[in-house]
C-alpha cells in the first residue's frame, strides 16, 4: 500500500494530462477522473475519453469515467450559451466538472482532488483556485491549488503529446465552443478564398515570362509542401507537382503510407515561383526561378502560409529551403529535425530534396542515410499531425 497521500485527479483531455501527472506522480498517489459530460458532438467526447484512457495506460494510472450527463449540464449553463470563451459560462462549468470531482473525492476517501484545467493557458487559474476552495470546504476533501502552466507546464504538455502521438483538440470542448471554431474555420475559408483569387491574377513577371500562379490548398492545413517552380507539366494541368518529379514526390509520400489523394485534401501545395520559369540553359524543364521572379513572388509565399497555417512545412530542393530558411539553409538539412518560429508562426520543417535531382544527390557520398532519415522524420510528422 502507497504511503503517499491519495489524490484525484479531474482530466479535461489526455494532452493536458500528460505533464500534470508527470508533476504530482512522486508526491501523490494519483487516480485520474474523466469527468466532461459538456464535450460535444458524441464523437469527439468519445475521441477524447480513448485518448485519456491511452494515457493513463502509457503512464500507468488507475482512471475512473463519470457519467456523460449533458442535459445537466446544459441546464446549469442555460441562458449563458452566447457568452465568449473565458466569460460566465466557463465558470459555471469549471464549477460543475469540480463539484462532480470533489463529491468523488470525499465519498472513496481521498485526501486531495484538483483539476488538470489549469494547465491551459486559456483558464483562469483564478477561477479554478476559488471553485476549489470553495468545494474543498463544502465536501471536506483538501483542494490542490497548484497552476499546472507554471515552469513550462503547458509547453511540456505539448512535448509530451507529441512524444505519444496524442490527439490534440482545436476547441474547447461544449457546443458554443464547437460552433464558435466552425464560424472562425468558415471566415478563414472565405479570405482564403478572396487572397486565392487575387493571387491567380498576378502578373508581377510579365516582362519575362507569361504569368500563371500553379498552386493548390485552402485554409487550416496541417501540411504545406514548397517546391521551386512549377514545369511544363505543372503549367498545362495548374496543378503543383504534377509532373515526373511531382510522380516521384508521390512515391515517398505512399512509401510512407500516405496516397497522394489523401495528402493533397490535407495539404497547401505550391512553390517559392508559381508560374513556370521556362525552360534551362541545358534545354530541360527544371528551370529554377530567376532572382527577380524569386523576389516578387517571396511575399505571396508568405500570404500562402499566413492561410495554411500549417503545422509541418516540407521545402522541396535547396531552392526551396534558401528561400524561406535563408542561403545557408539547403542540402545540408536534409535529414534534419527543424523547428522554428516562421512568419509568426511556430512550425516543424523536413527538408527534401527535389525528386528531379535525385538520381545525383543521393550518389554522393553520405547522402543515402541523410535521405532516408529525412523521410522517416516525415513519416513521423505526418503520423502525429495528418
Ligand atoms: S468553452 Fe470550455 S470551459 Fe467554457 S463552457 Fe465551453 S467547455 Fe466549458
Ligand atoms: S511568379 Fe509569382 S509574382 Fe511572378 S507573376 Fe507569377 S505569381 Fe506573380
Sequence with gaps: MSSKPRLLLHICCAPDATSVYERLKDRFDVTGFFYNPQIEPGDEYDRRLAETMKVAGIL?????????????WMKAVKGLETEPEKGRRCGVCYAFRLEQTAMLASDKGFDYFTTTL??????????????????????????????????????????VSRELNLYRQDYCGCLPSFQERQRILAEQEEAYRFFSQELSSCKQCTEF?????????????????VGQAPGRHELTSLKPFSGPAGKRLWQWFEGLGYAEDYVSSNAYITAVAKCYPGLGP?????????????????????????????????????????????????????GEWVQKRLWGRKVTIIVLPHPSGLNRWPNMPGNKPKFERALTLLGEELRRNL
Design 209 to 225: 515570362l507569361e504569368p500563371a500562379p500553379v498552386f493548390e490548398g485552402g485554409a487550416n492545413r496541417p501540411l504545406m509542401i
Design 282 to 334: 541545358n534545354g530541360k524543364d527544371d528551370a529554377p526561378p530567376s532572382t527577380i521572379q524569386r523576389r516578387n513572388c517571396l511575399p505571396w509565399l508568405e500570404q500562402e502560409f499566413f492561410h495554411a497555417r500549417p503545422r509541418i512545412l516540407v521545402l522541396v530542393g535547396s531552392v526551396a529551403a534558401k528561400a524561406v530558411l535563408g542561403k545557408d539553409a539547403g542540402m545540408k538539412l536534409v
Design 118 to 159: 489549469s494547465v491551459s493557458p486559456h483558464k483562469s487559474f483564478d477561477w479554478l483556485r476559488d471553485i476549489g476552495q470553495s468545494l474543498s470546504r463544502k465536501y471536506g476533501v483538501a483542494f490542490l491549488d497548484e497552476d499546472f502552466k507554471k515552469h513550462d507546464g503547458f509547453k511540456r504538455s505539448l512535448e
Design 60 to 72: 500507468g494510472f488507475d482512471l475512473m469515467t463519470g457519467e456523460r450527463d449533458l442535459d445537466r
